[in-house]
């Protein structure tokens, strides 16, 4: 550390850190109302110097700021997509004016303190790559919300949920920060965080998104932005057409997991249908229209919800029942017809073709999770 400013930076966030952690868990609307602004209004008054003294400069490179532009609305229009498909839901933030500029207080001056402190330290000390990346991990680490984890940490699902949706795209978007400051300065990124923040603060609807989706695109969009600027960057221009595919397939596996697409793979959890696929096989189902839901011929095997789980079983009778239609079920390999009947809002699709042993993974990755073993 070269810079007596810069130790006593550190200092401070480590002890930050600290202070987050215990309050997070046990006062957290103090912390985040009161102090937490508080905390880093006096940082960024610590780090005035610098930005009197021109320290923080505004990149003179235009280029980069139409990236970070165009980027901010191709970011805007794939959550409206995925908000028409998968539909909204209401945003947790109140719309309030008062509210809405104390959201916004609560929100940008952290961001704002957090990217100027990087900035300072990383410029100040490029070229040790060992600082570069603790100081990187603890800036992930300061942004944990961990109040959210400490309510899931005794679940094994939550937990791998909130770490796949959360800190997975949180660790790429801070080595996507650290890569932009060592290039450039802290400018383009509080841009473009604040124009990311602001929309969520601003818009009264957000697109609904599980787990997996919210952790996919919170991954997949740093790799983009850090494999678009890296050109911006580079001495050479040159487009790699193999980086261009195999980001455009990765698009299409993720798109096609999370059922963007006419067809939808899921796994299968038990031997229910063993002679057809068994335990441990990936179920590749085609989604159905309203009218083709109403009209599924006897003995079609179908895909559909019941408490939340997904049953691949097949069509042994069609009924009908108070002017609706209902289907009754039956794994092959069960002895019995399933209990509850299926009404058309449950189906999913109905069976394609399987592929052997694909889900074990994701079978394994289950049990574990839920501690159970499903037959």
Excluded at 119 to 136: G, Q, V
Excluded at 180 to 196: A, Q
Excluded at 331 to 354: P, T
Aim: hydrophobic residues 50%.
């Amino acid at each position: 550390m070269r810079n007596l400013k810069c130790k006593i930076l550190l200092i401070i966030l480590i002890c930050y850190l600290l202070l987050k952690i215990n309050l997070s868990i046990y006062n957290n609307i103090l912390f985040v109302n009161i102090l937490n602004p508080i905390f880093w209004s006096v940082v960024l008054i610590f780090m005035i110097y610098d930005i009197k003294n021109n320290y923080i400069r505004v990149t003179k490179n235009k280029q980069l700021y139409l990236y970070i532009f165009l980027i901010s609305c191709i970011e805007y229009i794939i959550y409206f997509y995925i908000g028409i498909y998968f539909g909204f839901e209401k945003s947790p933030y109140s719309h309030d004016l008062l509210l809405i500029c104390k959201n916004v207080i609560i929100q940008i001056l952290p961001i704002i303190g957090i990217e100027i402190a990087r900035f300072i330290i990383i410029k100040k000390n490029k070229r040790s790559k060992s600082l570069l990346i603790l100081f990187t991990i603890l800036l992930i680490l300061i942004e944990i919300n961990y109040q959210e984890l400490s309510d899931c940490y005794f679940n094994k699902a939550e937990l791998f949920r909130y770490s796949c949706s959360t800190i997975l795209p949180l660790i790429a978007n801070s080595l996507l920060y650290t890569y932009i400051t060592l290039n450039e300065s802290c400018v383009p990124i509080i841009i473009y965080r604040f124009c990311t923040k602001s929309i969520l603060i601003l818009t009264p609807i957000i697109p609904k998104m599980d787990w997996f989706l919210t952790g996919s695109i919170g991954i997949l969009l740093p790799a983009i932005i850090y494999f678009i600027l890296k050109k911006e960057f580079s001495k050479d221009k040159k487009i790699s057409i193999s980086r261009i595919i195999s980001f455009g397939v990765l698009f299409i596996i993720v798109f096609f997991m999370i059922g963007v697409f006419k067809y939808e793979p899921i796994a299968i959890l038990s031997n229910s249908m063993a002679g057809v696929f068994s335990k441990g096989d990936i179920v590749i189902f085609k989604k159905l229209s309203n009218d083709e839901l109403n009209d599924i011929p006897q003995g079609e095997i179908i895909v559909y919800k019941i408490q939340n789980q997904n049953v691949v079983h097949r069509i042994i009778s069609r009924i009908e029942k108070n002017g609706k239609i209902f289907y009754q079920t039956k794994g092959d390999k069960n002895n019995v017809a399933d209990q509850e009947l299926v009404s058309i809002d449950q189906i999913r699709g109905i069976y394609i073709f399987h592929v052997k042993y694909l889900g074990l993974p994701t079978i394994w990755l289950f049990n574990y999770l839920n501690d159970v073993k499903v037959n």
